[in-house]
């Protein structure tokens, strides 16, 4: 089935780290995404990861995946408060994107 | 670069009128675009698959005859909304998929969105 899941809501305090978490639930998704919108805006790509990767690490951000329980993780170390937005975890099936509920990070003096 | 721009960033129509909008990658080519809609605190939904030259491919649910899809060149696709109603009310996000020559493209780059208020 297409369904990408996760928690709706984060805070943290700035300079700690922030992790958000997802699930999916079809084995066959090719790429996960990680992408940042900020209000009244559209999606900016954050990072991506193949399939067959485990991990990836790019500046502050760290993507950690799991394929046996279909979970993916957004770590952002050092928060910041331009760090607050929505981040939506999308599955890569044939082609299209399936997009999770989104997480609203907040990040807090 | 992977730049997507989206025009108008915002519309106010009245009920019954039809509205269009543009979609453009500016430096890249795009065989492929994606349209989306996203109803406040929610998540994106695919709308339709916009293929270059041939016609295109809607989601379950989507009326094609109301949301009419024209993907006429390598940069430019654009939706129009017929007959808008109140509920057609959203923010319309497209997104591109950038031609490879490798034949293998895992990456979509989002326009900023267009608000679309329907009175």
């Known amino acids: 089935g297409e369904d990408v899941e996760q928690s709706l809501f984060l805070s943290v305090r700035e300079g700690d780290s922030s992790v958000i978490n997802c699930t999916y639930t079809?084995?066959?998704?090719?790429?996960l995404y990680w992408y940042k919108q900020e209000p009244g805006a559209g999606l900016q790509l954050l990072t991506y990861?193949?399939?067959?990767?485990d991990m990836k690490q790019d500046q502050r951000l760290t993507v950690l995946l799991n394929k046996k329980d279909k979970h993916l993780s957004l770590r952002i170390a050092d928060t910041q408060t331009g760090d607050s937005a929505i981040y939506f975890c999308?599955?890569?099936?044939?082609?299209?994107?399936?997009f999770g509920q989104g997480t609203t990070l907040q990040v807090k003096p | 670069g992977a730049v997507v721009s989206q025009h108008p960033s915002r519309v106010i129509c009245k009920s019954g009128t039809s509205v269009k909008i543009e979609c453009r990658s500016l430096d890249f080519q795009a065989t492929t675009m994606f349209w989306y809609r996203q109803f406040p605190k929610q998540s994106l939904m695919l709308m339709a698959t916009?293929?270059?030259?041939?016609?295109?491919?809607?989601e379950q649910g989507v009326e094609k005859d109301k949301f009419l899809i024209n993907h006429a060149s390598l940069t430019l696709s654009t939706l129009t909304v017929t007959s808008a109603h109140p509920e057609d009310s959203s923010f319309y996000i497209c997104?591109?998929?950038?031609?490879?020559?490798?034949?293998?493209?895992?990456?979509?780059?989002f326009g900023p969105g267009t608000r679309l208020t329907v009175t």
């Open positions: 990861i193949f399939s067959n990767m």
């Open positions: 079809d084995s066959s998704s090719t790429y």
């Open positions: 997104s591109a998929k950038p031609l490879s020559t490798s034949g293998i493209s895992y990456e979509q780059y």
């Open positions: 999308a599955e890569n099936l044939g082609g299209k994107l399936i």
């Open positions: 916009s293929n270059e030259g041939s016609k295109a491919t809607y």
